[in-house]
């Protein structure tokens, strides 16, 4: 096939068979955002490339490798958006609705764009759920995060196949304090350490603590801990989201190796992962960045967010058979129509039947075909009934009703009937 007919490589079609699961999930995530107070906000897909550069950092995978960037046609370099928070703090700060202390709790979903290779829960265009909040500073806000995460995991059966991980990377000073024990301590170890982590020892220390390399994993045992780097301000946040969790019965795990892959964390970090996807176990990563506001050229303005992977939960709800039932049927009703005259009074019967009922997913398949390969289309459609208007049935002003699934003899229903029947054995929802 010519190449111009393919989808770009880890950019992928999501086809009719699979968009009721992507709409199952994004209806009961935004559900649940509205029911905590939350605001959805819509940003551009594209940004000037200096403003991720700016936001998430220079020595970071994002900003060194895995942007879509290109110049513009009158110059200006511009980025696909590989991430939503620094849209959103841009968003805010242009529209100055964080200004004064402001509280914002906003989330927002869409693509997100990563040239990165691809893979199971891995791919080039992928689609996040993401949410940040804007002047709220304390460690309940945090635990407001992660208990709807909770939440959204009961809501979709998934609870026992996430852990949840927590860290707590300290204010930007004793991070400071923190990276220059670590930095001292793994120069002490260089010849030890792989290649990216000599190089991430200069560029971004905090992040050797990520390597999958077993020989310098192996270093790490004695590393100092940031734990022991932690203000008495830190700590008590940490102490106060874990108070919260334990209150609510969310269990979680401290992980001292989770720094995230961004520049910009700062006090809690957390991430959902689950081992039923591989290597790709990161469902829902987010946590506290304090900082950033100010260093894109805000007032100081405390932040917190998360963003899930939405492909890896789909993936998850699949694997693990989570798939509810209900959304095999698409087609409550499906009307056949036998005849140009009985298909013109099928139009104007099931326009009446809407207006009646209008949550009824009613299909109409008029024009050619047997009896027969009508019923069989009917059937494939996973309706419950299917309507027969023929001539016999036009002449009489009655429809024959059939029940596809189960029992049931095909029964003749009146037309001003029929919208009341059908309220009768069609759960609606
Ligand atoms: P990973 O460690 O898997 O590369 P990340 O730290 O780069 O993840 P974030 O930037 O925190 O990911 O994005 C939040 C979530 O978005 C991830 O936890 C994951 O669920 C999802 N995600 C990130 N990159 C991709 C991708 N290339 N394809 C599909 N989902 C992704
Ligand atoms: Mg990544």
Redesign the pocket.
């Known amino acids: 096939m010519s190449k111009s007919l393919q989808a770009i490589r880890g950019m992928n079609d999501i086809l009719p068979e699979q968009t009721p699961l992507w709409r199952y999930f994004e209806g009961t995530v935004a559900r649940l955002l509205d029911n905590y107070g939350y605001r959805q906000i819509r940003m551009p897909i594209v940004e000037f490339t200096e403003l991720f550069k700016r936001s998430i950092g220079e020595v970071t ?2 900003v060194e490798k895995e942007m879509y960037t290109f110049d513009d046609r009158n110059g200006d370099s511009l980025t696909l958006r ?2 939503g928070t620094a849209a959103c703090v841009r968003a805010v700060l242009e529209h100055g609705i964080t200004g004064g202390g402001q509280v914002q709790k906003l989330w927002y979903i869409g693509p ?1 764009f ?1 040239h ?1 290779r691809p893979q199971k ?4 265009q ?1 689609h ?1 759920i993401g949410l940040e909040v804007f002047n709220l500073d304390g460690p309940d806000i945090d635990a407001e995060l992660i208990v709807m995460t909770w939440r959204l995991w009961g809501e979709l059966g998934l609870r026992d196949a996430v852990k949840l991980e927590l860290n707590s990377l300290g204010t930007s000073e004793s991070r400071g304090r923190y990276r220059e024990a670590l930095v001292e301590f793994l120069s002490a170890h260089l010849d030890k350490l792989d290649e990216d982590s000599q190089r991430r020892l200069k560029t971004n220390p905090l992040r050797v603590l990520d390597t999958k390399n077993a020989d310098t994993q192996a270093v790490l045992v004695d590393a100092p801990k940031m734990a022991d780097y932690l203000d008495d301000e830190s700590r008590a946040h940490f102490e106060g989201l874990k108070a919260r969790l334990d209150a609510v019965g969310i269990p979680y795990v401290i992980n001292p190796k989770l720094v ?3 520049d910009y964390y700062s006090k809690t970090v957390f ?1 959902w992962v689950t081992d039923k996807l591989g290597a ?7 946590g506290r960045y304090d900082g950033l506001v100010e260093q894109m050229g805000g007032k100081p303005t405390p932040g917190v967010g ?4 939405i ?3 789909v993936l998850m709800l699949e694997a693990l058979d989570k798939v509810p039932e209900e959304l095999a049927r698409q087609v409550d009703v499906y009307l056949c129509a036998f005849g140009e005259a009985a298909e013109l009074a099928a139009l104007a019967l099931s326009e009446r039947v809407r207006d009646q009922l209008p949550n009824l997913r009613l299909q109409i398949n008029a024009g050619a075909g047997s009896f027969k390969s009508q019923f069989k289309k009917a059937d494939k459609s996973g309706a419950l009934y299917a309507l027969i208007l023929g001539d016999d049935e036009l002449a009489q002003q009655v429809v024959g009703f059939k029940p596809l699934r189960g029992q049931g003899e095909q029964q003749s229903i009146a037309w001003d009937a029929l919208a009341a029947h059908l309220a009768t054995c069609v759960v609606q929802g």
Do not use: N, S, W
Not at 280 to 286: D, F, N
């Open positions: 995978d994002i590989p991430e997100m990563r990165e829960g891995r791919y080039r992928f996040q995230r892959g961004l991430e790709q176990g990161t469902v829902c990563a987010g998360f963003a899930m992977g492909e890896r939960l």
